[in-house]
């Protein structure tokens, strides 16, 4: 089956996993994905990810985080901004502040696929892909 937003099918996987009290969850591999993966890793939303080689395109394993023995997940919610429909640019002066900067928002610019607030410091614009809180 050919799935036409990749990103938005793995932000509802781990959305999923994670309501679910999953341990871990696999996602087919790409190198977007790759660095989507590394921000949450890098911001403390998961433990961890790594990428299994199947022979095709590979799967990455990430590690989900929970809270205390209640299991609370550290990752309260996922949403998708730019879609294939309707993509959602930013200016560097316009970049969004996801819960007045207690969230962070994936923006893929052309310097790579980092954070709204290393895209601030790094004075460069591009696509908002997706906020997490």
């Not at 937003?5 to 309501?19: E, F, P, Q, V």
């Amino acid at each position: 089956m050919q799935i036409s937003d990749t990103i938005a099918d793995m932000l509802t996987r781990i959305r999923n996993a994670n309501s679910a009290k999953h341990e871990t969850v696999d996602i087919p591999a790409s190198n977007m994905k790759k660095a989507i993966a590394q921000i949450l890793v890098d911001e403390g939303y998961v433990k961890n990810y790594q990428v299994i080689e199947d022979g095709k395109q590979g799967i990455i394993r990430i590690t989900l985080k929970y809270l205390g023995a209640s299991r609370t997940p550290v990752l309260q919610g996922l949403r998708r901004v730019s879609k294939p429909g309707l993509r959602i640019y930013s200016s560097s002066e316009d970049m969004p502040k996801v819960m007045k900067g207690i969230g962070t928002a994936i923006v893929s610019t052309s310097k790579g696929v980092m954070t709204d607030k290393a895209a601030r410091a790094a004075n460069v614009g591009g696509e908002v892909l997706a906020f997490i809180w």
